[in-house]
């Protein structure tokens, strides 16, 4: 029997990236997961070890669009710890603002996703629409719309106009009502929670033995957060706080995203009051790095992403050693998967935010004898939430 | 043939081909269903299978894994389908052209109508080029 | 709290050569010590495996890990040196730690180094590869 079911991927539609699951199904209940990955495999590791430590920045910021900031951040701090350089205080602070916004916008274009999945066909056009300001903020502060190119060894590229400040509070302002009201609509909805509380659910010693790192470990009662345990940049100078809830199913993981939201436009209007008054120089101007090991890492949307640099003297680097978050939390569906009914696999695959410029998808699912079954999940997801809306509703 | 191609240009109907990008052009070809481009004003519409489609938007540089796949999908694509490249990956290779898993030339595996470059392109650089490709069909 | 004080003195003898910077221990472990090691880190001290990186160097192959101990921020790397680079093998820590498992499937792949004890030592990322690959992606001196 061929492995190939062209219909259903690797190329789906909603599902940007692609990558391949193979389901197992018994019934209506998944018994097994089988991933197949290697689908946006390019070689970054070997072509960042021909190029010069600021070109590898360019092409590290690459890796990934959606967080287009967290690999290039994570890069600078391994090259900086080979040598123990420190940045300026100014610089320290568009990075955290940069950082965080984009935390921003990556967790409203999950929400927009999920909501797709489920059947919430509104909640995707609102979460994207209000990510347009977000983006518009990035346009006035970097030029760009995604890939900024922003960071360098020992600063910033760029600094921040001070006229553009009241713009952009203004525009912070009216994101965060507007994600008060999608969030006032989550916990109040009685669909939702019955679709999602107890759906997919990662133990926490199952987070731990797969060293799952961010929202999916906290979701799971695991208290890790690389901005708490290594403070860099400003996170040891500003006020917010690292949220751990304790079940690990679906409905947490929602939640835990849009309450981090908030923390981040928090952090992010403490920045923008700092960068008003606060002056000084953007960049360390690093002439050479020397010879030695960094280890460099950056609390992205989805994780730990985790650097680790090795140089000799040159300005090349003879090992770079690159970890994206997903890497080690697609690996969590092995636990979190089974026994789930067929109808939710989509939702809790979805759940864990992978973020497939490291992995494919197309989901297949096959019987216990491997033979292939025609099953439209995201169909089946959406039916499954309707049946919930009437069996409440009546 | 001509009258049908301008049929085609009222609307076109688009299938999303992700073929190892970073993404980052694939989120932005979604922004293009969202408020506020809202393409679907021009008949444009993203559809799921490969055999409903009249455009192929192609993302990423393509890699030697993805490559049989992507020359497959070009295949079963009921004719005429024109292929839009999305970005500078499928347009010169972007930074990976070195690398050694992606494929040397991208036209080998796949013709490429239409070339929109920028890393990513803006929306609005991707709206013109479909109108471009419609003003084309029209016969303009 | 479990430091690096407490993890030199009840290892001592194991470890071998160590360098030591603001907040990351690197130190050599020899194979057969390898896996004790990691017991000691992961269940002992509570920390957290990163990610292992392998690397060609002037000696022969070898695999650095990275444990995070994510209470106090520190790193601690053991690194495991095989000279033998024809058929370079180490012992797997996936038994101890599930979350080992694709990141040394991944090293396997692309540096040819067998682990043992590996329950599923297949290729990751490039399985159904549609070209014949008889040598590993990166590693350059197979002599």
């Known amino acids: 029997m061929t492995k190939t079911v062209i219909p259903v991927g690797p190329f789906h539609p909603l599902l940007e990236e692609a990558e391949s699951f193979t389901l197992k199904v018994d019934g209506e209940t998944v018994v097994d997961v089988e991933l197949d990955i290697g689908w946006m495999h390019r070689g970054h590791e070997y072509l960042s070890e021909g190029r010069t430590f600021t070109q590898s920045i360019y092409l590290i910021e690459r890796i990934c669009g959606i967080c ?60 994207w629409k209000w990510r347009e300001p977000v983006l518009q903020m990035f346009e006035t502060i970097s030029g760009n719309r995604n890939h900024y190119g922003m960071m360098l060894v020992g600063g910033v590229a760029r600094d921040i106009n001070p006229d553009d400040i009241p713009g952009l509070q203004k525009i912070l302002n009216e994101i965060e009502s507007k994600l008060a009201m999608i ?19 990662l133990t926490k010693q199952a987070a731990i033995d797969f060293c799952a790192v961010g929202p999916t470990a906290r979701a799971s009662g695991v ?78 949307p989805r994780g730990e992403v985790f650097h680790y640099v090795r140089t000799d003297g040159t300005n090349r680097p003879i090992r770079h050693k690159i970890r994206a978050p997903s890497y080690v939390n697609i690996p969590t569906f092995a636990a979190s998967c089974i026994g789930v009914p067929v109808a939710d696999a989509l939702i809790t695959l979805a759940s864990v935010d992978p973020c497939y410029c490291c992995t494919e998808r197309a989901i297949r699912v096959i019987t216990p004898d491997n033979d292939p079954l025609d099953m439209d999940l995201l169909r089946l997801s959406r039916e499954k939430t309707e049946r919930l809306r009437r069996d409440i509703h009546g | 043939m001509s009258w049908s191609k301008k049929r085609l240009a009222k609307s076109l109907w688009v299938f999303h081909v992700s073929a190892s990008p970073c993404n980052n052009c694939d989120i932005e070809i979604l922004d293009l269903l969202t408020p506020r481009y809202d393409v679907e004003r021009f008949g444009v519409k993203l559809v799921g299978s490969i055999r409903h489609a009249d455009v192929i938007l192609l993302s990423g540089v393509i890699n030697q894994k993805v490559a049989p796949m992507v020359k497959h999908l070009y295949k079963q694509a009921p004719k005429p389908i024109f292929v839009v490249g999305v970005g500078t990956c499928p347009t010169s290779g972007c930074c990976f052209k070195d690398s050694y898993n992606i494929v040397p030339r991208r036209e080998d595996v796949i013709p490429i109508d239409v070339y929109i470059p920028g890393c990513p392109p803006k929306p609005e650089a991707m709206i013109e080029a479909l109108a471009k490709l419609m003003g084309v069909l029209r016969g303009k | 709290m479990a430091n690096k004080d407490d993890f030199l003195r009840a290892l001592g003898p194991k470890i071998g050569r160590t360098v030591e910077k603001q907040g990351r221990l690197y130190f050599e472990v020899a194979d057969k010590n390898l896996t004790e090691v ?10 957290r495996l990163s990610t292992a990186t392998a690397m060609e160097t002037y000696h022969g192959l070898e695999v650095l890990y990275h444990f995070s101990h994510d209470a106090t921020g520190w790193y601690y790397c053991p690194r495991v040196v095989i000279p033998d680079k024809v058929h370079p093998r180490v012992t797997s820590i996936t038994p101890v730690i599930r979350g080992a498992e694709w990141i040394e499937r991944e090293m396997a792949e692309f540096w040819g180094i067998t682990f043992e004890g590996h329950p599923r030592p297949e290729r990751l990322l490039s399985k159904d590869h549609p070209q014949r690959l008889d040598k590993p992606f990166r590693f350059r001196r197979m002599s």
């Open chain 1, 183 to 201: 969030a006032k609509a989550v916990p109040d909805d009685p669909v939702l929670k019955s679709r999602l509380k107890g759906v997919g659910v």
């Open chain 1, 68 to 127: 287009s900031t967290s690999h290039p951040l994570a890069c600078v701090h391994a090259i900086e710890d080979v040598d123990h350089i420190e940045i300026p205080e100014r610089a320290a602070y568009i990075r955290t603002l940069i950082g965080e916004l984009e935390r921003i916008h990556s967790h409203l274009l999950w929400l927009g996703l999920a909501g797709h999945f489920i059947g919430y066909d509104t909640v995707w056009m609102w979460a």
């Open chain 3, 38 to 47: 990691a017991v000691y880190l992961f269940r002992t001290m509570g920390c």
């Open chain 1, 223 to 300: 208290p890790i957060d690389v901005r708490k345990d290594e403070p860099k940049d400003a996170y040891g100078w500003v006020d917010f706080q690292a949220i751990v809830l304790p079940n690990g199913d679906v409905y947490d993981k929602l939640v835990l995203r849009v309450l981090e939201t908030f923390e981040s436009i928090k952090i992010v209007r403490q920045c923008l009051e700092k960068l008003k008054t606060l002056s000084g120089p953007i960049l360390n101007n690093v002439k050479e790095i020397g010879v030695g090991e960094g280890i460099g890492r950056y609390e992205a």
